[in-house]
T-cell receptor, first 116, second 113 residues
Framework: GAGVSQTPSNKVTEKGKYVELRCDPI?????LYWYRQSLGQGPEFLIY????????DSGLPNDRFFAVRPEGSVSTLKIQRTERGDSAVYLC??????????????FGPGTRLTVL | DQQVKQNSPSLSVQEGRISILNCDYT??????FLWYKKYPAEGPTFLIS?????DKNEDGRFTVFLNKSAKHLSLHIVPSQPGDSAVYFC????????????FGTGTKLQVIP
C-alpha cells in the first residue's frame, strides 16, 4: 500500500512569502505528526493531530506557523512571512492510533524548504 | 536543551563486525525508546523499540539495551552489513496518551565492505 506522501518535495521561496506544505498520511491512520529537521539535527516535533483536531501544537515555533487537517486525513502546514531560519526539511508522519499499541510512526520523505 | 543526546556524529565499522550506537537521555519521564534509521532523501524508518520495563529487546541482527539508572541506551547491529549504512536516530517518549517523540541528533553509520 501507499506510504506517507508529501508535496512538494522541494520548495524554494523568498523571505516574507507564504508557503503551504501538504501531507497525505497512510489511509486509515488517525494520528498525524509534523516535524522539522534542520541541518545536522534530528527531527523536532511541531504538532500532532488526532483526527481533525490539533491535540498538541506545543512545538510550533511561533504564530507564523499553522497546520490544519479539516477532514481527518490530508494535512497542510502553513508558514506565513517566511524567514531564512525556516529553511529545513519538514517531515510528516502518521500512525494507526495515538496510544502505545499501533503507534509506530511512518514518515514521509519530507519537503525541503529553502527560504532565500 | 537536548533531552536525547547522541554524542557520536559518525561511526565506521567493517562489514561483519558489530556496530554499537550509543544514546543518552536526561528526562526521567521518558519510558519508551525507539531507534529510527534514515537513508538520504527518505524519511526515518522505525527500526526497534524498548519499553522502560525491559532492559533488552532483540529483533534479528538488531538489539537495543537500556540502562535506566545511567539513562543510557545502545543499539547493537551484528553482523553489520553495507546496507546498514545510514543515519540512526535515537528517540524517546513519555507516557501520556500519545507518542510525542523527542529525537537525538543522529549518528551516521558507515559499514565498510
Amino acid at each position: 500500500g501507499a506510504g506517507v506522501s508529501q508535496t512538494p518535495s522541494n520548495k524554494v521561496t523568498e523571505k516574507g512569502k507564504y508557503v503551504e506544505l501538504r501531507c497525505d498520511p497512510i489511509s486509515g491512520h488517525t494520528a498525524l505528526y509534523w516535524y522539522r529537521q534542520s541541518l545536522g539535527q534530528g527531527p523536532e516535533f511541531l504538532i500532532y493531530f488526532q483526527g481533525t483536531g490539533a491535540a498538541d501544537d506545543s512545538g510550533l515555533p511561533n504564530d507564523r506557523f499553522f497546520a490544519v487537517r479539516p477532514e481527518g486525513s490530508v494535512s497542510t502546514l502553513k508558514i506565513q512571512r517566511t524567514e531564512r531560519g525556516d529553511s529545513a526539511v519538514y517531515l510528516c508522519a502518521s500512525s494507526l492510533t495515538s496510544g502505545r499499541a499501533g503507534n509506530e510512526q511512518f514518515f514521509g520523505p519530507g519537503t525541503r524548504l529553502t527560504v532565500l | 536543551d537536548q533531552q536525547v543526546k547522541q554524542n557520536s556524529p559518525s561511526l565506521s565499522v567493517q562489514e561483519g563486525r558489530i556496530s554499537i550506537l550509543n544514546c543518552d537521555y536526561t528526562n526521567s519521564m521518558f519510558d519508551y525508546f525507539l531507534w529510527y534509521k534514515k537513508y538520504p532523501a527518505e524519511g526515518p524508518t522505525f527500526l526497534i523499540s524498548i519499553s522502560s520495563i525491559k532492559d533488552k529487546n532483540e529483533d534479528g541482527r538488531f538489539t537495543v539495551f537500556l540502562n535506566k539508572s545511567a539513562k543510557h541506551l545502545s543499539l547493537h547491529i551484528v553482523p553489520s552489513q553495507p546496507g546498514d549504512s545510514a543515519v540512526y536516530f535515537c528517540a524517546a517518549s513519555a507516557s501520556g496518551g500519545y507518542q510525542k517523540v523527542t529525537f537525538g541528533t543522529g549518528t551516521k553509520l558507515q559499514v565498510i565492505p
